[in-house]
Nanobody, 128 residues
Framework: QVQLVESGGGLVQAGGSLRLSCAASGGTFSVYATGWFRQAPGKEREFVAAISRSGDNTYYADSVKGRFTISKDNAKKTMYLQMNNLKPEDTAVYYC?????????????????????WGQGTQVTVSS
């Protein structure tokens, strides 16, 4: 069973950048497909980005496409989310998630229910 811990959140002005990290422990990271989700106050948790087990394939929500980049380093057991040109509407708690996958290049992007393991979240606040 894998444990996930996010870091890198904080307060940034609109137009700024942040890089989130998700460190994994307790499992073989390379067997997991992973993703990022976020949840703003009063809203449901929503999909942000996902990456395949191999790291070859990625998928983004339309709202972040072109601004966010997901990546992973299986050797370091870490996933990243580079967030550029941040907007106030990006303000939320960001969660990383993982699920084991038999398929190296499949990306799981349908929603939170596809994932089994979750981190505790890291707050991102973008001021206008």
């Amino acid at each position: 069973q894998v444990q996930l811990v996010e870091s890198g959140g904080g307060l940034v002005q609109a137009g700024g950048s942040l890089r989130l990290s998700c460190a994994a422990s307790g499992g073989t990271f390379s067997v997991y497909a992973t993703g990022w989700f976020r949840q703003a106050p009063g809203k449901e948790r929503e999909f942000v980005a996902a990456i395949s087990r191999s790291g070859d394939n990625t998928y983004y929500a339309d709202s972040v496409k072109g601004r966010f980049t997901i990546s992973k380093d299986n050797a370091k057991k870490t996933m990243y989310l580079q967030m550029n040109n941040l907007k106030p509407e990006d303000t939320a708690v960001y969660y990383c998630a993982a699920r084991s996958s038999s398929y190296a290049r499949i990306v799981y992007s349908s929603g939170p229910g596809q994932y089994v393991y979750w981190g505790q979240g890291t707050q991102v606040t973008v001021s206008s």
